[in-house]
């Protein structure tokens, strides 16, 4: 399986999740993430059309991405507390496809970040909808593993 990692805007490339991703699937492409950067969409984009990869995974502005380049190619995403509103800026040349992709969220009830309420009206587009009681706009570890071992079972051991 092919996984792309998206980290959030004031995160870093790297870390445990990657390292998790790694012993988990057969490639993983965890780019550093510039989204101040104008061509940053459309350089992604022009990847993943070319590579296809079988899930992006995204966090927040992450997340905003994974889920306009999952539209764009038709691949599975896996959304942690996406910036799908409330962002604090707004990326150059986002844009949406027009195929049918699936979607997983996961949403923290208490994320002071990305307001959890207003992320529900994605609720009836999601395949999967997991809301975290109690997790703030950062995705621990332990939370991490458990929720992509339940959108990808036949991935882990």
């Known amino acids: 399986m092919n996984v792309w990692y998206l980290h959030g805007l ?4 790297g870390g445990p999740k990657v390292e998790f991703l790694c ?3 057969d490639k993983v492409f ?5 989204y101040n950067h104008p ?5 992604l984009l022009k990847m993943a059309k070319h590579i296809k990869p079988d899930l992006i995974i995204g966090s927040s502005m992450g997340g905003y991405f994974a889920d306009a380049l999952g539209s764009h190619i038709g691949t599975e995403v896996l959304l942690f507390n996406p910036a799908l509103h409330s962002r604090s800026m707004e990326p150059e040349g986002v844009t949406y496809g027009e195929t ?12 002071d970040v990305i307001d959890p309420k207003a992320t ?3 609720k009836d587009l999601a395949k999967s909808w997991t809301e ?3 997790m703030g706009h950062r995705t621990d570890l332990k939370t ?3 929720i992509y071992k339940k959108v990808i079972p036949n991935e882990t051991t």
Do not use: L, Q
């Not at 004031?10 to 490339?13: F, G, Q, T």
């Not at 965890?30 to 510039?34: F, I, K, Q, R, T």
């Not at 049918?100 to 994320?111: H, I, L, Y």
């Open 39 to 43: 061509y940053m969409f459309s350089s």
């Open 144 to 146: 991490f593993k458990a």
């Open 10 to 13: 004031e995160s870093s490339v």
């Open 132 to 134: 975290v009681e109690g």
């Open 100 to 111: 049918n992709w699936e979607r997983n969220f996961v949403v923290g009830t208490e994320d």
């Open 23 to 25: 012993e988990n699937a």
């Open 120 to 122: 529900r009206v994605y």
């Open 30 to 34: 965890a780019p550093n993430m510039n």
